[in-house]
């Protein structure tokens, strides 16, 4: 990566001090020149240290072996997946011969969490060196396919999410692409397809993604784990920094992608520590990779189908039929954008209608016309972000201003923004076209008058529902279908759903005790990314207390 990736600071070169704290964690090692080390695609088990000699670091794709990084003497082969124990994206090769330190997986953690000098400076190097490969489009991973295909979108936004490097070649503006069509015999009907090397999966769901890539440990159905965490969105990924980093055995399930909603956010500019704003895709990335480092394990694509409320330990199934064990549960699960109820409105997600504004979905409206539906903070931070790109914004609003809905430094970007327009009191009620989204009706909802606008992109940011489908019947519900705890739930509720010890409900507990919830799917939850971070380590602390009871 040094030969070919611009941050210095992702190679540093450790002292002699640190070497020797190191030291005890690992063995040494004579290696021959040309020994591959560490193999691409090979699970990242072990950490290796350069102690004299040289490693090369290759990558294998369909264009070629590709010398990124030599690592010399005080110099270590390794990125984020040396958290994970994920594949690893590239080759290590002896160039010359040396001795390595090679220290097991496990006690690098235990190392990165025990020494915070040497935990900074691996954290430091392994998130820079991803950052590199991602901005440098490099990896053995190409997605081919369409704008014009909300599949396409899927596919971009689950690896994008999940910090996995790859190459992009749209169909419809890519004129050499016809031997790769040929080459592995791609319809139009396959799209997307992603290549890895010579593994070729034609319009594939996340779960086959995941699958394909790695991303995802085996789980024991015997292994019994301290708390299981439904949901890797801020509140989900604080309840699994600080469960795990308090010794406790955690476990993430993510249906989706990391991050939640925070997680498609253009920029967070209201939360604490951070005055000049991140974006939420670093934020919550940066999380993932903190609660990996303490030792939390995390699973994506893997969605919680059902929780057995009756039984002790807790036996949560996932849709795919995995079994896991728990002494304790914290329903992270949070909420989505609430479903306008426009005809049409499913054949257009993903090819005109949105429910994030990130960097994917911004490069698709680039000098055109959009709307943003929606008053609140995310909608607002949505239009700011895509007037960058957008020739103009279109923000609907049901009633009369924003002031009591959005924080007023977005209302101030918006009013001083010159290709930003708010539209109150109007509704959108149409959305026209054939493969793509070509046109839109809104209405006036003092008037009744509506207008046809040609406008081909839409970003719905219209209120939440919560996730909770799966738990209905396990657990209290409000008529919303947020999670009920603590002093929501009234003698009459406990009464009717059983509860069964003397004590009342801790404050984020729900009508089973030993289940938590904390985020959006909470009741009377605040729906900010700080407040979620704050439910999330504040679980923990009340798990602490049931498991010692």
Not at 214 to 230: C, K, P
Not at 248 to 260: D, Q, S, Y
Request: aromatic share 6%; hydrophobic share 40%; net charge negative.
């Amino acid at each position: 990566m040094k030969d070919q990736l611009k941050d210095r600071n992702a190679f540093p070169t450790l002292s002699t001090r640190a070497l020797d704290r190191l030291y005890r964690h690992g063995s040494i090692s004579l290696v021959d020149a040309e020994t591959i080390v560490v193999d691409q695609g090979e699970p990242m088990d072990r950490f290796i240290v350069v102690l004299d000699g040289e490693i090369a670091v290759e990558l294998s794709s369909r264009a070629g072996l590709e010398r990124v990084a030599v690592h010399g003497p005080g110099e270590f082969f390794g990125d984020v997946h040396s958290l994970s124990g994920r594949p690893s994206l590239v080759r290590g090769r002896m160039s010359k011969a040396g001795r390595l330190l090679t220290i097991d997986r496990h006690c690098l953690k235990t190392v990165m969490q025990d020494d915070a000098e040497l935990g900074e400076i691996l954290m430091r190097a392994f998130i820079l060196r991803r950052i590199e490969l991602l901005s440098a489009h490099s990896g053995d991973t190409m997605v081919l396919g369409s704008l014009n295909s909300s599949g396409t979108l899927r596919t971009r936004e689950f690896l994008t999410r999940n910090g996995y490097p790859y190459s992009f070649i749209d169909l419809d503006k890519e004129a050499d692409v016809q031997h790769l069509l040929d080459e592995f015999e791609i319809s139009a009907a396959d799209i997307p397809v992603l290549i890895q090397r010579d593994n070729v999966l034609r319009n594939p769901p996340i779960e086959v993604i995941a699958r394909a890539l790695g991303l995802n440990a085996s789980v024991s159905a015997d292994e019994l784990r301290d708390v299981v965490i439904v949901g890797a969105g801020p509140a989900g990924l604080s309840a699994a920094v600080y469960a795990a980093s308090e010794g406790l055995g955690a476990l993430v399930l993510e249906a989706a992608v990391p991050g939640g909603q925070a997680g498609s956010s253009s920029k967070i500019e209201n939360y604490l520590g951070f005055p000049n704003g991140v974006s939420g895709l670093e934020l919550t990335a940066r999380a993932y990779d903190q609660a990996q480092k303490f030792g939390a394990e995390l699973l994506v694509a893997k969605a919680g189908g059902q929780l057995a409320c009756g039984v002790r330990p807790f036996e949560l199934q996932t849709r795919e039929g995995t079994k896991i064990r728990s002494k304790t549960v914290v329903i992270a699960t949070g909420a989505q954008y609430r479903k306008l109820p426009l005809a049409n409105l499913e054949k257009f997600e993903g090819v005109g209608i949105y429910y994030g504004a990130a960097t994917i979905e911004a490069q698709m409206c680039l000098a055109n016309e959009v709307i943003v539906v929606g008053g609140g903070n995310s909608a607002g931070q949505a239009a700011v972000f895509l007037s960058k790109w957008a020739s103009r914004v279109h923000i609907l609003i049901r009633s009369a201003g924003l002031a009591s809905t959005m924080s007023r430094y977005l209302i101030r970007r918006i009013e001083d923004s010159s290709n930003i327009t708010l539209h109150p009191h109007t509704e959108l009620v149409g959305v026209q076209g054939n493969q793509h989204l070509e046109s839109v009706v809104w209405l006036d909802n003092r008037t009744g008058q509506t207008q046809e606008h040609h406008i081909r992109h839409v970003y719905l940011m219209t209120g939440a529902s919560p996730n909770t489908e799966w738990l209905r019947g396990c657990v209290a519900l409000d008529e919303k279908g947020f999670v009920l705890t603590g002093p929501d739930l009234t003698p009459e509720i406990l009464q009717k759903w059983s509860w069964s010890l003397s004590r009342k409900p801790y404050l984020l507990e729900s009508s089973v005790p030993g289940v938590f919830a904390a985020g959006d799917v909470r009741a009377g939850s605040v729906k900010r990314v700080a407040s979620g971070v704050g439910e999330g380590s504040l679980a923990i602390s009340f798990i602490h207390k049931v498991l010692a009871e």
